[in-house]
């Protein structure tokens, strides 16, 4: 930004360098050339502030249809039944982990939802009708915006919509009892919609992890782990549980829910902002104009999410077959072990090891220095009780030699000799400069951390391998 204002402001002084009075000048002509000056003064502040709002807007967040538009590409949404091999997959989502490991899946519902406005052969009425039956405890608002939203998720995408309800199949159970535990309304499910499309190996741009879609920070500070063995940001029972705890935080600080939810997107800050700049109402249409551009669409997709779900059976929305297992069994595991040593032994298919296990970055679960969980379909229950002491032993100097693991399996690699070296990100850091520091790449650094971009946040732990 500095660089621009300096261009502007060289501009300037250069028009006014070139219009310096000379003794030939009349009074009037000088009074003419100040006012020419102080028009374009004014013309070049205002392209500052225009190009200054602008800039503020796109580094705030994405805007939801870019949300949209992103979720599309890392979800599962479009793939056709044909896709999935029961033979391989048994009872698997297949389409996430092939979607983590660069497979990408993209839906363009070709709508800019700021300007346009859709159209249903479904009358006002009708939908009004109908989100009053919802009997929803948050107030489920409804004007052009919202309908927008409604007509987008009901109407407008049903493949995916297909793969969102088959996913509800498996999570929503999960969220409700999280919520009903926190005493929250069920309704706060539907978020994770917005937020990720339901899959837990969603990503965003900024840096934002799993079905919940937490940022470093937040999620450190709800008590997630993230270290190099686990993020449990990509755990769906543990995200959705701070989730919670986020959202009745929230709350707690607006005692109104559509704030509390658009908070979530922008955080509480803003959400303050945009009441101060609205004369202090707190209720979401009295401080819409306020919020970000991409929070103020955060309500209106809610509610259009949330409808089309209830209503799917009358717009002829079927689930996907996506074949996640009906019924899962958690071990506790108190020793390390690798995935592959878990599906070789047992028979499981990793990809459902993978699937059901997100939370471990790298295919091992770290359970010699703690106590950690282990979900598997229940009908491999039995074998893995059976043959759990083979299940360490296969391969282990081979799968858990820190040195195979860091050439084998790159941004999967763990050490415990020594020659990980974690640091700490400093303000000024940027990747270019940490790996000059230790002698890496930067793409080694991206690799080991399991970074998807360039951006770091002050506080942030990079580990460092291999010196």
Known sequence: MKKFEYIIFTVLAMLVFASAP????????????????????????????SLQASISQDSEAMALLDMLEENDRKTAAGLDPEDYNPDITDSLLTAMYRQKHGDTVSVDHGFNMDSVNLTS??????????????????????????RNYIVLYSEKMPAKMAQILGLCEHYMPIFEETFNKYNLPEELKYMAI???????????????????????????????????????????????????????????LFGDWNLAISSYNCGPGNVNKAIRRAGGKRDFWSVYD??????????????????????????????????MPPQVDTFEIHRNVHFQQISDVVGVPIDVVRTLNPQYIKD????????????????????????????????????????????????????????RIG???KKGDYLGRIARKYHVSVAQLKKW????SDRLQVGQKIYIYGR
Request: net charge positive; charged share 25%.
């Open 22 to 49: 000379t003794g030939a000048q009349s009074k009037k002509a000088l009074k003419k050339e100040n006012e020419h000056l102080r028009a374009t003064l004014d013309s070049l502040r205002r392209a500052l502030d």
């Open 121 to 146: 052969n479904l009358p006002d009425s009708v939908i009004t009708e109908r989100l009053a039956k919802l009997n929803s405890f948050i107030t489920l608002p409804f004007n052009q915006t919202v």
């Open 194 to 252: 917005i937020e990720s499309a339901l899959n837990p190996f969603a990503v965003s741009r900024s840096g934002a992890k799993g079905i919940w879609q937490f940022m470093y920070r937040s999620a450190i500070f709800y008590g997630l782990k993230i270290d190099s063995y686990i993020d449990e940001r990509l755990d769906p029972i543990k995200s959705v549980d701070a989730a919670a705890r986020y959202l009745k935080d929230s709350y707690a």
């Open 290 to 323: 306020y919020l970000p551009r991409e929070t103020r669409g955060y309500v209106p997709a809610f509610v259009g999410a949330m409808y089309a779900i209830r209503y799917s059976s009358e717009y002829g929305l079927k689930p996907a077959n996506i074949q």
């Open 364 to 419: 091992v679960i770290p359970g010699q220095s703690r106590t950690c969980e282990l979900r598997l379909p229940f009908n491999y229950t039995n074998t893995f009780l059976e043959q759990e002491d083979s299940v360490y032993a296969y391969k282990a100097d081979s799968l858990l030699n820190p040195k195979t693991l860091l050439e084998n399996s790159g941004s999967r690699a763990i050490t415990s000799d020594g020659s």
């Open 423 to 425: 640091y700490r990100v």
């Open 449 to 452: 951390n399991h970074l998807r």
